[in-house]
């Protein structure tokens, strides 16, 4: 956007959808997911056999889903030998949740009614 330009509720209109619709969101929707991210919160760096050991589904569902947060910047990983470690990426992690309430403060004071 142009520095002095004021956005248009569709701009950000447009912007909300794009952020609520985003890879971010769809996994943290999934509870296999979230079940993965607990586990490193809790654990640490882990390889794929840890993180299987400790969740009931087969190791190809938890490596297409740690493959599906890495693509979304929740997970880092680092390739060690012949084992891949992952971990929450902790920093991308709170940077796109401040980078997201501040969009929607920014498009509610825009086009809603002023909080309370």
């Known amino acids: 956007m142009e520095t002095g330009k004021i956005k ?4 950000h209109a447009a912007e909300l959808v794009e952020i609520l619709d985003s890879k971010f969101f769809k996994v943290l929707s999934e509870p296999v997911r ?13 390889d794929i056999a840890a ?18 947060m890495f693509e979304a910047e929740i997970l880092c990983c680092e390739k060690v030998s012949r084992h891949v470690y992952y971990q929450v990426n902790a920093t991308a992690f709170r940077d ?14 825009q086009c809603c009614c002023p909080l309370k």
Do not use: W, Y
């Open 8 to 11: 248009t509720r569709e701009a």
């Open 34 to 46: 979230v079940e993965i991210l607990k586990f490193l919160v809790l654990n640490g760096s882990s």
């Open 51 to 68: 993180i299987a050991k400790a969740l009931p589904q087969d190791r190809s569902v938890i490596s297409r889903h740690l493959k599906f």
């Open 96 to 109: 796109k949740l401040v980078n997201i309430a501040d969009q929607i403060s920014e498009c509610m004071a």
